[in-house]
């Protein structure tokens, strides 16, 4: 069973940080690309903004609003991966997600094109100013 579970999230003034974590089931951790993504401000859709991307062999990719701010790694004697935000701003408050997917695309910040993905449940980040 493919498990996500999201944590780290917070309240942090205008230009703090903040470190996310993804703890993923082991065979899902070694099988799949894993990315994060936020919740676009929009009560009348569920969508789902894509950040960054970790590939199973460690390559990364980001989506241009945060490349520069926002970290992607990941740890495999723990089977996290992380997302270290930085320089935040009042419209980075959102729910944070991670995700497992099959494939890595190397520019976007994305993974894609599985028959199946998953989602965690999600960790709120909330910038003040």
């Known amino acids: 069973q493919v498990k996500l579970v999201e944590s780290g999230g917070g309240s942090v003034q205008v230009g703090g940080s903040l470190r996310l974590s993804c703890v993923v089931s082991a065979d899902a951790f070694r099988s799949y690309c894993i990315g994060w993504h936020r919740q676009v401000p929009d009560k009348q859709h569920d969508e789902r903004e894509a950040?960054?991307?970790?590939?199973?062999?460690?390559?990364?990719s980001y989506a241009d609003s945060v490349k520069g701010r926002f970290t992607i790694s990941k740890d495999n004697a723990k089977n996290t991966v992380y997302l270290q935000l930085t320089g935040l701003k009042p419209e980075d408050t959102s729910m944070y997600y991670c995700?497992?997917?099959?494939?890595?695309?190397?520019?976007?910040?994305?993974?894609?094109?599985?028959?199946?993905?998953?989602w965690g449940q999600g960790t709120q980040v909330t910038v003040s100013s």
């Open positions: 995700a497992a997917d099959s494939f890595f695309d190397s520019t976007g910040g994305y993974c894609y094109g599985g028959e199946d993905n998953y």
């Open positions: 950040l960054a991307a970790i590939s199973r062999d460690g390559r990364t």
